[in-house]
């Protein structure tokens, strides 16, 4: 018996461009899939934002992607993983895949000693939400957890401050708590962050282990393409459409940074 496939697309969403670094892995994994990428940069961020309205952004991306008719969805996004993926999971058949359980996931496997300690940086509303201590404390009790908010990355990252010493001044200054008590591992909960991984290494030292979710979402689709998802015909060919929510050149300037290689050749601007 041949084979049952799915062309299907897989919608991936951010609040903006951070995505990209989560796309950029999934590019590579995937070869012959048909992603479409939706980047919400009308109302980017979500990071400082209420529960409820980024229930309401996440839904309403969703639904665009849903409309194009995916096979499934990855929210790339942490805040709208942390935030609106259950209200999503309610609105929706289509599987989700978010990537707070993928990174926590990670950041066990990769757990050396019983009694490590675990970091995690993220918007501020993702923080608060408590999301990773939360699954991390399902999929392991009693661990040490520490969380610390680090919103200025993301501008710095935007505006492409990668190798600038008040990039490390910040870095620095945000992480001082895990120098003062440090943690074996830090999950890196934010999409723009695992652009400032080679800084952020730099100031932790080699103790410190970094969890890069976007590497994590990975392994998370490859389950879920065998246990929900049909893979596309090998012999398919990649193809990825851009979608934003506001003003298109700015996208394409700013996704260089976050996939390197990869064009970004057109970006169509829609309403949702
Ligand atoms: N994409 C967001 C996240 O991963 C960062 C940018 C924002 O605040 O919207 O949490």
């Known amino acids: 018996m041949d084979t049952p496939y799915d062309s299907r697309p897989i919608g991936i969403f951010d609040s903006g461009v951070g995505g990209l670094t989560v796309l950029k892995e999934l590019i590579a994994a995937f070869p012959h899939e048909h992603f479409i990428y939706l980047g919400d940069t009308a109302r980017v961020p979500y990071g400082a934002k209420s529960v409820r309205t980024v229930e309401r952004y996440t839904i309403q991306v969703a639904n665009f992607l849903i409309q194009r008719n995916v096979k499934g969805l990855i929210a790339a996004c942490n805040t709208a993983s942390a935030l609106g993926l259950g209200a999503l999971r309610a609105h929706c058949e289509t599987p989700v895949l978010g990537v707070i359980q993928p990174g926590c996931q990670k950041a066990l496997a990769e757990m050396k000693s019983r ?3 675990i970091g995690i940086i993220g918007t501020r509303s993702t923080i608060a939400s408590g999301a990773y201590p939360n699954t991390l404390a399902l999929l392991k009790p009693a661990l040490k957890v520490s969380s610390l908010a680090c919103p200025l990355f993301v501008p710095l990252v935007e505006e492409g401050w990668i190798n600038h010493g008040a990039t490390r001044l910040i870095v620095e200054e945000n992480l001082a708590p895990f ?11 934010c999409t723009h962050y695992p652009v400032l991984k080679p800084i952020i ?6 103790r410190t282990q970094l969890i890069d979710s976007a590497e994590a979402v990975v392994e998370a689709l490859e389950k879920l393409m065998n246990q929900l998802l049909l893979p596309t015909q090998p012999d398919a060919k990649q193809r990825v459409d851009f979608y934003v929510t506001d003003v298109a050149d700015r996208f394409q300037e700013v996704a260089g940074r976050f996939l390197g290689e990869i064009a970004v050749d057109r970006v169509e601007m829609v309403d949702l």
């Open 115 to 117: 009694s490590g300690h």
């Open 179 to 189: 120098l003062k008590d440090p943690v074996d591992i830090l999950i890196l909960g």
């Open 201 to 206: 290494a730099q100031v932790l030292g080699p």
